[in-house]
């Protein structure tokens, strides 16, 4: 089976812009979580979609949104970008979404604000 | 809630030697516990799991780890260290019914010749 897949790989935005990231997950996956990776925070959650259905949130501004599709693919936007923007995000994907699960990750979209 | 403590920001070991990496982990539920791996400028890759079957996990390229419930750790190890495992580790607790993730904040392993 082919991997997560994430595009572009690589972004540089100014600040004010808007930007989206796509994700493809595993076949057969309907679980889609994404996570911000930073220096100074390290791995945040942000979101996890099941089934076109956001199912938890973690403490990001609502700047950062995203949305599922029927066939499990999955989108992050992030509005009005701030240099703190700036980080590699990355979407893990899943069967079910359980807790037991193991989760794969992408290699990641690295975002660059300037 | 959840939460992970790995004591170790950096760990440095000669190549041949044993990896010791320590995490402690909190939580509400009884825990889902993984290790990953992240090499430079790539994605995460998972080394091993616990799901409350076996106490003694054995994870990938030698790798293993063991759950102690009365010490709220779960530590890795591997007997002999490669230079291929240099990289970042990170410890990660799965939240109470879903999978939300929730991860230390590393150890970055150096292995010398």
């Known amino acids: 089976k082919a991997g997560v897949t994430q595009t572009p790989r690589y972004l540089i935005k100014t600040r004010g812009q808007q930007v989206t990231l796509s994700c493809s997950p595993i076949?057969?996956?309907?679980?889609v979580s994404w996570y911000q990776q930073t220096p100074g925070q390290g791995l945040q959650f942000l979101f996890e979609y099941f089934s076109e259905t956001q199912r938890n949130k973690g403490n990001f501004p609502g700047r950062f949104s995203g949305r599922q599709f029927s066939n499990s693919r999955s989108e992050m936007n992030v509005s009005t970008l701030e240099l703190g923007d700036s980080a590699l995000y990355l979407c893990a994907s899943s069967s079910a979404g359980s807790r037991e699960e193991t989760q794969y990750f992408g290699p990641g979209t690295r975002l660059l604000v300037l | 809630a959840q939460s992970v403590t790995q004591l170790d920001s950096h760990v440095s070991v000669s190549e041949g030697t044993p990896v010791l990496l320590r995490c402690n982990y909190s939580s509400s539920y009884s825990p889902s516990l993984f290790w990953y791996v992240q090499h430079p400028n790539k994605g995460l890759q998972l080394l091993l799991k616990y799901t409350s079957a076996a106490t003694l996990v054995k994870g990938i390229n030698g790798f293993e780890a063991e759950f102690k419930k009365s010490e709220t750790s779960f530590h890795l190890t591997k007997p002999s260290a490669h230079m291929s495992d240099a990289a970042e580790y990170f410890c990660v607790v799965s939240g109470g019914t879903a999978s939300k993730l929730t991860f230390g904040t590393g150890t970055r392993l150096q292995v010398t010749l």
């Open positions: 076949s057969g996956h309907r679980s």
